[in-house]
């Protein structure tokens, strides 16, 4: 089994700044791709952003977040980041980390870090 736990989340103003972390920890042999998906109130949950491990790093980001957030890896640490700058209210949401072992699909989830964007 794949453990993942989320921190970083809060609440922070408009055009502000958080940084999500993701630490993998268990049987994590295999994990190619790790992301961050979101779901805010009475939505379904979509991508933010995708990372993937084994083959070189390769991003992929949904086109509302692109040019305002940042996936990034620490394989020493097994931990993926998720850069949020320019924050508006429509990234309100809880984020969640995946992981998973065969092409982009993940597998395993973290419990959720909620994010709220509001003055």
């Known amino acids: 089994q794949v453990q993942l736990v989320e921190s970083g989340g809060g609440l922070v103003q408009p055009g502000g700044s958080l940084r999500l972390s993701c630490a993998a920890s268990?049987?994590?042999?295999?994990?190619?791709?790790m992301g961050w998906y979101r779901q805010a109130p009475g939505k379904q949950r979509d991508l933010v952003a995708l990372?993937?491990?084994?083959?070189?790093?390769?991003?992929n980001y949904a086109a509302s977040v692109k040019g305002r957030f940042t996936i990034s890896r620490d394989t020493a640490k097994n931990t993926v980041y998720l850069q949020m700058n320019s924050l508006e209210s429509e990234d309100t949401a809880v984020y969640y980390c995946?992981?998973?072992?065969?092409?982009?699909?993940?597998?395993?989830w973290g419990q959720g870090t909620q994010v709220t964007v509001s003055s």
């Open positions: 995946g992981a998973g072992r065969s092409g982009l699909s993940l597998d395993y």
């Open positions: 268990g049987n994590i042999g295999g994990i190619n791709v």
């Open positions: 990372i993937t491990i084994t083959w070189g790093v390769v991003t």
